[in-house]
């Protein structure tokens, strides 16, 4: 089987081996932040960020790897090189994380073929082998009387040929001279150019980080997320599960003596809500599954739009809880009078409990009900890109148990953009500007007639088109759900809103819900959660820190 090996070489975790299946392997993210995929020891590792770097596997190429440096203060390098962004790593780099800061190797094992090293070629055979150089006529006088000697052809053709051999050499050598001359003067240029283009690539990477530095205007963030924040419709319904039954909120209908329909003025007395008393003393709804004689009796559940942002390119969408499972929070009951059953008597009441939480309801025809027996199902949960008219339709993949959070999944052909995310929990401060992004219900709609070319459904449809809305503002407020105050117990301080984000946005409303809230750099570090209108619109956001939360396998005890 193949895997991702990280192999520590400095730092805490020297010496160790942290190993990966390359099948399920799709990102980690490094650091020393609890949630962190490889979590380097908060003290003792200090050069490295919270959440410093991410290392992503590409999905159309299995053996393509990019590592992302998430912002961090003392950067992230790659075989001794700083990285500006992204960079491509391949097995056998070395990556480090701030300048000194601990080392592991990253490489595959077994190693694909691609990546073994090419056979080395070894220099030409052979030896220089020099001419032979012929001696000439040895020097001196003929003796008087004597025959001269005449010289020979062969001779003179050695003759010729030496000569020309010397001046061979002599021509080389001068060539060799210039080449020699040549190289210095292109080694003197090459230096010289390499310089200019190494002061050149470091002016370019203080514009760079300069520029990721710099704040990005609302537009540029909506410019950059558009693709990414997406629009949901939820239609859903309170279920039964022994017998798969839909569940009613029971109402009664009044009768006159002779068991007809009270009227009044000639018109029929309108049925009114019924509610239980529990054995603690709460009111819930008395629930049951018959629609009524009349059909009188209400289901529990209904239709409503929010909005998410993609998190992953493999298509998981953050959202809120109430938005992708309306059944885990507090549902609107009837405002009006009811009644209230004790007993086998009805006594009128005049509101209904604020807070009831259907899937949290202990009776169901007067029986009670406890596990999974009551449970909710979305009917459809549609999800619709940005200016596009095509629903997709999605499942729900998990909710958090104590956060307005929830994941849901869509299946996509194609990897999809997704939106970068900042865990600022400890940071955050009043003050800090923030862009909100979404789909308000009171926003208008805008709607397409799509003619049909399906011989089978020639009909054509009106398809509303969502268009997101951007909303600038700040964190007006930071809430706490557990801090202790100076000089009182932790009991004494208590939050209705949990951990959130008070926000001064004026701009939105109920279908924002679930949205992504940016900070100045255009990453996400909240979830849009609900609005109060008062003398001025006043909105809270999740903190995205429990969305990544939800993303991971955590463990809750030792």
Same mark, same amino acid.
């Given at each position: 089987?193949?895997?991702?090996?990280?192999?520590?070489?400095?730092?805490?975790?020297?010496?160790?081996?942290?190993?990966?299946?390359?099948?399920?392997?799709?990102?980690?993210?490094?650091?020393?932040?609890? &949630?962190?995929?490889?979590?380097?020891?908060?003290?003792?590792?200090?050069?490295?960020?919270?959440?410093?770097?991410?290392?992503?596997?590409?999905?159309?190429?299995?053996?393509?790897?990019?590592?992302?440096?998430?912002?961090?203060?003392?950067?992230?390098?790659?075989?001794?090189?700083?990285?500006?962004?992204?960079?491509?790593?391949?097995?056998?780099?070395?990556?480090?994380?701030?300048?000194?800061?601990?080392?592991?190797?990253?490489?595959?094992?077994? @190693?694909?073929?691609?990546?073994?090293?090419?056979?080395?070629?070894?220099?030409?055979?052979?030896?220089?082998?020099?001419?032979?150089?012929?001696?000439? @006529?040895?020097?001196?006088?003929?003796?008087?009387?004597?025959?001269?000697?005449?010289?020979?052809?062969?001779?003179?053709?050695?003759?010729?040929?030496?000569?020309?051999?010397?001046?061979?050499?002599? @021509?080389? +050598?001068?060539?060799?001279?210039?080449?020699?001359?040549?190289? &210095?003067?292109?080694?003197? @240029?090459?230096?010289?150019?390499?310089?200019?283009?190494?002061?050149?690539?470091?002016?370019?990477?203080?514009?760079?980080?300069?520029?990721?530095?710099?704040?990005?205007?609302?537009?540029?963030?909506?410019?950059?997320? &558009?693709?990414?924040?997406?629009?949901?419709?939820?239609?859903?319904?309170?279920?039964?599960?022994?017998?798969?039954?839909?569940?009613?909120?029971?109402?009664?209908?009044?009768?006159?003596?002779?068991?007809?329909?009270?009227?009044?003025?000639?018109?029929?007395?309108?049925?009114?809500?019924?509610?239980?008393?529990?054995?603690?003393?709460?009111?819930?709804?008395?629930?049951?599954?018959?629609?009524?004689?009349?059909?009188?009796?209400?289901?529990?559940?209904?239709?409503?739009?929010?909005?998410?942002?993609?998190?992953?390119?493999?298509?998981?969408?953050?959202?809120?809880?109430?938005?992708? +499972?309306?059944?885990?929070?507090?549902?609107?009951?009837?405002?009006?009078?009811?009644?209230?059953?004790?007993?086998?008597?009805?006594?009128?009441?005049?509101?209904?409990?604020?807070?009831?939480?259907?899937?949290?309801?202990?009776?169901?025809?007067?029986?009670?009900?406890?596990?999974?027996?009551?449970?909710?199902?979305?009917?459809?949960?549609?999800?619709?890109?940005?200016?596009?008219?095509?629903?997709?339709?999605?499942?729900?993949?998990?909710?958090?148990?104590?956060?307005?959070?929830?994941?849901?999944?869509?299946?996509?052909?194609?990897?999809?953009?997704?939106?970068?995310?900042?865990?600022?929990? &400890?940071?955050?401060?009043?003050?800090?500007?923030?862009?909100?992004?979404?789909?308000?219900?009171?926003?208008?709609?805008?709607?397409?007639?799509?003619?049909?070319?399906?011989?089978?459904?020639?009909?054509?449809?009106?398809?509303?088109?969502?268009?997101?809305?951007?909303?600038?503002? +700040?964190?007006?407020?930071?809430?706490?759900?557990?801090?202790?105050?100076t000089g009182a117990r932790e009991n004494e301080y208590f939050s209705e809103w949990g951990d959130s984000y008070q926000l001064t946005v004026n701009a939105t409303g109920g279908g924002n819900s679930g949205g992504p809230v940016f900070d100045d750099r255009g990453r996400v570090i909240a979830i849009y959660t609900a609005g109060r209108r008062t003398d001025a619109q006043i909105s809270f956001a999740t903190p995205i820190r429990y969305g990544l939360e939800l993303m991971q396998v955590g463990a809750v005890i030792k």
């Open positions: 089987m193949e895997r991702v090996i990280f192999r520590h070489i400095s730092g805490s975790k020297s010496n160790q081996v942290e190993e990966f299946p390359l099948a399920d392997f799709r990102e980690v993210v490094i650091g020393r932040d609890p &949630a962190a995929t490889v979590r380097y020891d908060p003290d003792r590792d200090d050069l490295v960020g919270r959440q410093h770097a991410r290392l992503t596997r590409d999905p159309e190429d299995p053996y393509r790897f990019t590592l992302t440096d998430l912002n961090s203060r003392n950067g992230t390098f790659v075989n001794s090189q700083r990285i500006v962004g992204s960079a491509a790593v391949a097995p056998g780099d070395i990556i480090q994380f701030g300048a000194g800061g601990p080392e592991f190797e990253f490489t595959i094992e077994p @190693l694909p073929a691609q990546f073994v090293r090419a056979t080395r070629l070894a220099p030409a055979a052979g030896a220089d082998v020099p001419a032979t150089r012929m001696a000439g @006529l040895p020097a001196g006088t003929i003796p008087s009387g004597a025959p001269k000697t005449a010289v020979g052809k062969a001779t003179v053709e050695r003759i010729v040929a030496d000569a020309r051999t010397q001046t061979r050499r002599s @021509l080389i +050598a001068g060539l060799a001279a210039v080449a020699l001359l040549a190289v &210095a003067v292109g080694a003197y @240029l090459y230096y010289r150019t390499t310089g200019q283009e190494q002061q050149i690539a470091e002016t370019r990477t203080q514009l760079d980080e300069a520029m990721k530095a710099a704040p990005l205007t609302p537009q540029q963030i909506a410019a950059a997320n &558009a693709e990414s924040t997406v629009y949901i419709e939820v239609g859903w319904k309170l279920i039964h599960t022994e017998t798969g039954g839909q569940i009613y909120h029971e109402y009664y209908v009044p009768k006159d003596r002779q068991g007809n329909r009270l009227k009044k003025d000639n018109e029929e007395v309108p049925p009114l809500p019924v509610y239980v008393r529990l054995e603690d003393g709460s009111i819930e709804p008395a629930l049951t599954l018959q629609e009524g004689q009349y059909s009188q009796n209400k289901p529990i559940g209904g239709r409503h739009s929010g909005s998410g942002f993609v998190v992953t390119s493999d298509g998981f969408i953050l959202t809120n809880r109430h938005v992708c +499972a309306a059944w885990e929070t507090r549902y609107d009951l009837p405002s009006g009078p009811g009644v209230l059953l004790v007993g086998n008597k009805l006594q009128q009441i005049d509101g209904a409990p604020a807070e009831w939480v259907p899937a949290g309801a202990k009776q169901v025809g007067g029986r009670p009900a406890s596990g999974k027996v009551v449970e909710g199902r979305n009917d459809y949960m549609d999800v619709t890109f940005a200016k596009s008219r095509l629903r997709t339709p999605a499942k729900l993949a998990r909710v958090s148990d104590r956060h307005d959070v929830g994941l849901i999944k869509i299946d996509m052909p194609q990897p999809l953009r997704k939106v970068e995310m900042l865990d600022n929990y &400890a940071e955050a401060q009043p003050g800090l500007a923030v862009t909100v992004m979404g789909y308000p219900g009171v926003s208008p709609e805008v709607a397409v007639l799509t003619r049909s070319q399906d011989r089978f459904n020639p009909a054509p449809q009106v398809r509303t088109v969502p268009d997101p809305t951007v909303t600038p503002g +700040a964190i007006g407020r930071v809430l706490r759900g557990e801090v202790k105050p």
